[in-house]
């Protein structure tokens, strides 16, 4: 479990504590394999929508090269 809070760029929020998000990265055994699980907060569905698309893209990224 690896979990720290975060602020994109993307979002113009004043630079406070209060307008971090967690991001937290889990890892399980399922099947003989490891399964990484990606979870952040968001403030809205516009956010979540955003957050979303550029963890799928990292995400594949990530998948196809450790499968070379």
Request: glycine residues 2%.
């Amino acid at each position: 479990l690896l979990k720290y809070n975060y602020k994109s760029s993307w979002d113009e929020s004043e630079d406070i504590p209060e307008n971090y998000l967690p991001i937290t990265y889990l890892l399980e055994e399922e099947n003989q394999m490891t399964k990484l699980t990606v979870l952040q907060g968001s403030k809205s569905q516009e956010q979540a929508d955003h957050s979303g698309e550029n963890w799928k893209m990292t995400l594949n990224s990530l998948k196809d090269l450790l499968e070379k």
